[in-house]
């Protein structure tokens, strides 16, 4: 038995609350729990965690990244108060250098540095007590550091049939946390504090290294996997006083992904069947140079608390920021696929390719019930910065088939949420959710190339963007919802020739078609739904707002010269569909009032374009801009109530221009028109001032940039 108040210093797989030994002695390498509890004026508590000490096994991190940490305590007459703690940090560094060398194989070469983790991490904490307090809280911290790397420099390597050179990740991260607090006679308390950070760095980089595959193929590349989870919950119960459950989550993951061959020849005889084995990509034909990254980010958060005689609070705060930069860069180098110097035949491609598939999905939910007052609130922020770039610049090119430098980008990005307040008096229920997404996505060819087939030069943008939220409010005296909706988006994509390249000759023109395609498309849809119900007053406010910026260039600049056997094709072309529904119900037994802005701000530049002094010849030469646009914009609003009913709508919709004067002062001023809350910069200011500001630093639009935005024509409408 146990004094009450004791430590347990447990290591390795000794089961929690076993009994401990003077004999066992912690080294270097050992994993151990920590059990501690304590007892205080009436209050119990019990927390365990699991560390590690120093540096551990791979197979002991596999150990560690399964515990779960839990606490549960029940007390019949005071307090009662369980906490449950788990944090766990692991770093790992994989890295395949090769100096000033000379590899030679009859076979294959390969070069690898790999990094595969999966973290599961699981906290619980329940408290009961009959006449006092009941908290149940957790904090769960998650952290994961990773990088892999390949680096060869002045390095030469020859190979009979094919070389492959690859860095890689796969990062799988499970975080759930609950906390649950009841109390039959006094205030009731369950919090929740979840928090992953994850940062990978993948780099396949080579410097002024001489590759060959006599017969065969060359694939460099990078690539990385990620799943990441945060799943938590605070909930609480009181049988006569107050009841608080509250859930603050964040997840940060920030990648940086890059294949690079700077300076140095590369050159695969393209003549055996195609080379497999490489993670992203499945076969290469010819030589491959790619960067490829593919990320699930999902955090869900849930907030409840109910209470029969006195105040319900329920509030979720989620933050969502995610970072990523996939590079794929051939420069200053020499590339020759399926030819001896000269361009025969059809087998033996050059390809440089980086992609990004991306899916945030952040939702929270926060519910109350109480006979006195219930109060539900969300503030859910998703954050998205994303660089993606495919180049081959000053680079001799000869390959026997095509040439391709291509981008991709294909993302989804939901952000969801719900709050609920019902009461016997007063019911409450807010969202306020921010969604900032800026993207960029380039593709990019400078330098001399001799094809057999096809040159293409392509970025590819493919963005969907789902921000919505409802809030329901129902009381016997006074009800009231109020949502605040803001999406920003910002895209850039950019297929581009660069300066002076020459692209075939007149006398050997390229075998195929020379295509240079930028296209980028989009479907936005933000929405907010709020219902007030009252025996007394009922009140419903929404506030949408959307400001799409998006650029979509094809461009051949200034003296680039194209000779093609097949057609030449510049083409841009952007396609936008935006969803917009704001619809409010406000019922009072006495008074109704319902307020909904909708406003939706979408500029965009599309442009294909030949630079000076080109010349260009083919069998047909296109030169194509196209922009698509279609809105579907629904503003409602319903007031009834047995004495006043009052319902107010403010539409904009502005494409390509700046919106009415009056409209934009009725934004925002509301100083000078009694406003105030519709201003959307400063919906968008609370809600990174509410989420974690050090997560959100540096993320926030230009504020300026959106001032001019919503800025007015000068013009006002009688």
Avoid at 72 to 78: D, E, I, K, M, R
Avoid at 421 to 427: D, R
Avoid at 654 to 679: F, I, R, W
Wanted: proline share 1%; with cysteine.
């Amino acid at each position: 038995s146990f004094s009450e108040n004791f430590m347990l210093v447990l290591s390795h797989d000794e089961v929690v609350h076993g009994i401990p030994s003077s004999h066992v002695v912690l080294k270097e390498g050992s994993i151990i729990s920590i059990d501690v509890t304590l007892s205080l004026h009436g209050w119990q508590a019990d927390s365990a965690f699991t560390a590690p000490i120093g540096q551990i096994s791979p197979e002991k991190e596999k150990l560690i990244s399964v515990i779960a940490s839990a606490s549960a305590n029940v007390g019949t007459g005071g307090h009662s108060a369980a906490g449950a703690l788990g944090v766990l940090v692991t770093k790992s560094e994989t890295k395949t250098n090769i100096g000033k060398a000379t590899l030679t194989a009859g076979d294959d070469i390969t070069t690898e540095a790999t990094s595969d983790s999966t973290v599961v991490n699981a906290s619980i904490a329940a408290a009961g007590a009959a006449n006092g307090v009941g908290a149940g809280l957790t904090v769960t911290v998650d952290v994961l550091q990773r990088e892999a790397e390949v680096n060869t420099n002045q390095t030469v390597m020859t190979a009979g049939r094919n070389v492959k050179s690859e860095a890689a990740g796969k990062d799988i991260i499970v975080l759930v946390a609950m906390a649950l607090g009841a109390s039959a006679n006094g205030v009731a308390v369950g919090g929740t504090v979840p928090v992953v950070v994850s940062k990978s760095r993948i780099r396949n980089i080579n410097n002024e290294t001489t590759i060959a595959a006599t017969n065969g193929h060359i694939g460099i590349e990078a690539d990385l996997k990620s799943t990441l989870v945060d799943a938590a919950g605070g909930i609480s119960a009181s049988g006569s006083s107050a009841a608080v459950g509250a859930t603050v989550s964040t997840l940060v993951y920030e990648n940086l992904i890059e294949a690079v061959l700077t300076g140095g020849s590369v050159t695969a005889g393209a003549t055996a069947e195609e080379m497999t084995g490489l993670r992203a990509m499945k076969k290469v034909n010819g030589i491959y140079v790619g960067a490829t990254g593919n990320e699930t980010a999902v955090l869900a958060s849930l907030a409840a608390s109910g209470s029969a005689g006195s105040l319900a609070g329920a509030g979720v705060i989620n933050t969502l920021v995610a970072g990523n930069k996939v590079h794929a860069k051939v420069e200053d180098a020499t590339l020759k696929a399926g030819v001896n110097g000269t361009a025969v035949g059809k087998s033996g491609n050059v390809s440089v390719h980086a992609a990004d598939d991306a899916g945030l999905y952040n939702c929270a939910g926060a519910l109350s019930a109480s006979s006195s007052t219930g109060i539900g609130a969300t503030v859910v922020v998703t954050v998205f910065s994303q660089d993606v770039a495919a180049t081959l610049k000053d680079a001799v090119v000869t390959a026997a088939g095509n040439t391709e430098v291509t981008a991709n980008t294909d993302n989804s990005l939901w952000l969801l949420a719900l709050a609920f307040g019902a009461a016997g008096s007063t019911g409450v229920a807010g969202d306020l959710n921010a969604m900032v997404f800026q993207s960029k996505t380039v593709a990019e060819l400078a330098g001399v190339v001799d094809a057999g087939g096809n040159v293409n030069v392509e970025a590819v943008s493919k963005n969907t963007l789902v921000n919505a939220g409802a809030g329901i409010a129902a009381a016997g005296g006074t009800s009231a919802v109020a949502l605040g909706i803001v999406t920003y988006f910002q895209g850039e994509t950019l297929a581009t020739i660069g300066k002076d390249s020459v692209i075939g000759t007149a006398t050997k023109p390229i075998g195929g078609k020379v295509n240079v395609s930028a296209r980028s498309e989009e479907l936005v849809t933000a929405d907010a739904v709020g219902v007030s119900v009252s025996g007394g007053t009922g009140a419903a406010g929404s506030l949408d707002v959307i400001i799409t910026k998006t650029k979509t260039k094809a461009v051949t600049e200034s003296g680039v010269q194209i000779y093609a056997a097949g057609d030449v094709c510049v083409d841009a072309k952007d396609q936008l569909t935006l969803i917009a529904i704001v619809a409010n119900a406000a019922v009072g037994g006495g008074t109704g009032a319902a307020v909904t802005a909708l406003v939706s701000v979408n500029l965009a530049t599309i442009a294909a374009k030949v630079g000076t002094d080109n010349i260009i010849k083919g069998k047909n030469v296109l030169v194509n801009a196209a922009d698509e646009r279609e809105f579907v914009t629904v503003a409602a609003n319903f007031a009834g109530a047995g004495g006043a009913g009052v319902g107010v709508t403010l539409t904009v919709i502005v494409a390509g221009a700046k919106m009415n004067q009056a409209a934009s002062d009725y934004l925002n001023k509301p100083e000078d028109n009694g406003t105030q809350g519709l201003k959307p910069t400063d919906q968008l200011n609370a809600a990174f001032k509410q989420g974690n500001e050090a997560a959100l630093a540096g993320y926030q639009p230009d504020a300026d940039e959106l001032d001019e935005m919503l800025s007015g024509d000068g013009q006002k409408l009688d």
